[in-house]
């Protein structure tokens, strides 16, 4: 009983601030004492540990714990810190309080590094775009891309890297984003000529980005041909890369590599981005349908894809009947949607392998069939549907589509028996296509192992060592004698 009295009688907190903020700062702390030990040591995969932590983080930051940590990593009065501090709201009297008793305890570093003052400026910008404060997400975005111009240190690149993403997402946001390209090519350049493999990653997928938000393809493509190439360093950045990828190819009618670009990148993407495979699966299945294939159906019911997905799994249905009235209600029904993910331009093109679809079946099904009843059973709307039934039908013939005759004369259609596939070289293609994937798969797998540096030299001994460094210098005073004598 005396236990329960004393629980009850236990003051509650009176702002939410007090409780989680001293943790969320001493968990910022210990980060920055992170990014000051790989500074000193030069060890750039500890600046990805503290991306990672960051992002657990993201959702705890408050604007007294950013001001609390600014007092903290920076020097109070530069003009840094009055920079960052102009750009978070203004807290209550008693957040101030907490902030000043947290940080009155630590003294402020005098000099802070570079690192860390990068850090800040992505710690802010962060906080700035997820609170909806996009034009102070602007200036503090380009004041923090200013200020790494100037600076040119590998264990930033990790940190620019970041920066650069949200310097666009920031522009994009405000419907800016046309403003920062020729920065961004600047940035690039400059990413080129310091060897930041990562900054330049980056950048050539913001860029990519950056043109085709404006259905620039050309120009994207021009610049994607010529950019320089070089090993992934980021899985993220390499499936970005090749969506763009297959978006440019997809609009350059070149399917094929379109579809193998954005299925691995659908394939490549982790788990947790849902979203980017969302529209990575909405344009292969658009690919695939142009190439004349059908999707399976268990690509539409990809766990927490099926609402997204919903619209295509009709559109796919009506390809693969062949029914273009079908297709034409499908294709009003969710054009809003079509529209919205930039694929309405694509499905246009798919009223023609609607055609030959329902051409194909039904060569099929019949072995001689009128031109009247193909125009019927095709539900052509034009003034005279025979006439274009004709042409559907011989044109079909041509490309290899149906394997069939054409009688003018008397307006039939012939089609041939089929035979039998497998005396064909369609599965030898079949199995080719197979063992190339996973033969990729094999080496991309063997490419990403990790091994410890020198691990395949044999440890050398004190006295081997000595050895080796009297030989040297026997060595070297025999060559200097030698080179005495010839003079």
Known sequence: ????????????????????????????????????????????????????????????????????????ALTPGSEVHARLLSYLPKEDEHDMEVDTATSAAQTPAKHPLPELEIYCYLLVLIFLIDQKKYSEAKACSAASIARLKNLNRRTIDVLASRLYSYYSLSYELTGDLAEIRGNLLALHRIATLRHDELGQETLLNLLLRNYLHYNLYDQAEKLRS?????????????????????KIRTIQLEYTDAKESLLQAARKAPVSALGFRVQCNKWAVIVRLLLGEIPERTVFMQKGMEKALRPYFELTNAVRIGDLELFKSVAEKFSTTFSSDRTHNLIVRLRHNVIRTGLRNI????????????AQKLRLDSPNPVADAESIVAKAIRDGAIDATLDHENGWMVSKETGD????????????????????????????????????????????????????????KHIAEEDDDEF
Do not use: W
């Open 226 to 246: 010529k950019a320089p190439r070089f090993e992934a360093h980021s899985n993220q950045q390499f499936c970005r890369y090749l969506f763009y990828l297959g």
């Open 421 to 476: 596939i497998y005396s064909t070289n369609e599965p030898q293609f079949a199995f080719n296509s197979r063992i190339a994937f996973c033969l990729n798969m094999h080496n991309d797998a063997v490419r990403a192992l990790r091994f410890p540096p020198n691990s395949h030299k044999e440890k050398e001994s004190a006295e081997k060592r000595r050895e080796r460094q009297q030989q040297e210098q026997e060595l070297a």
């Open 1 to 72: 009983m005396t236990q329960d009295v004393e629980m009850k009688e236990l003051p509650a907190p009176s702002n939410s601030v007090t409780s989680t903020s001293p943790s969320t700062l001493q968990h910022l702390k210990e980060i920055a004492s992170l990014i000051e030990s790989s500074a000193y040591a030069r060890e750039v995969r500890r600046i990805v540990r503290v991306i990672r932590l960051t992002m657990i983080l993201r959702r705890k930051l408050k604007a007294s714990v950013l001001s609390g940590f600014l007092n903290y």
């Open 363 to 374: 060569s099929i099904s019949y072995s001689r069939i009128s031109l009247a009843d193909v």
